[in-house]
Nanobody, 117 residues
Framework: QVQFVESGGGLVQPGGSLRLSCAAS????????MSWYRQAQGKEREWIAS????????TYADSVKGRFAISRDNAKNTLYLQLNSVKPEDTAVYYCNKPNPASTNYWGQGTRVTVSL
């Protein structure tokens, strides 16, 4: 069955950097578009970035464009999100999934990122 295991979160100061990882299993990762999402406390989960499987074309939400970078390693079935120049409003639990999450009917436990002094 589909499974995502997110990791790499933690406490980071404003302006700092962090790299998140997502180990995927249960489907053919190398042929799947993938995305990152995040959910801040008291808010809806939101999409923040996607990457295609065949050309590695990336797209970003305006809120993270120019600061975050999504990438993938198909040999390791792993998705990454590099967070740079983080802001307090980036504080959230970060999740990976396909661009159509309904197709997996599954969410991992996420990894928590806290941006604070």
């Amino acid at each position: 069955q589909v499974q995502f295991v997110e990791s790499g979160g933690g406490l980071v100061q404003p302006g700092g950097s962090l790299r998140l990882s997502c180990a995927a299993s249960g489907f053919v990762f190398k042929y799947s578009h993938m995305s990152w999402y995040r959910q801040a406390q008291g808010k809806e989960r939101e999409w923040i970035a996607s990457i295609t499987w065949h050309t590695n074309t990336t797209t970003y939400a305006d809120s993270v464009k120019g600061r975050f970078a999504i990438s993938r390693d198909n040999a390791k079935n792993t998705l990454y999100l590099q967070l740079n120049s983080v802001k307090p409003e980036d504080t959230a639990v970060y999740y990976c999934n396909k661009p159509n999450p309904a197709s997996t009917n599954y969410w991992g436990q996420g990894t928590r990122v806290t941006v604070s002094l």
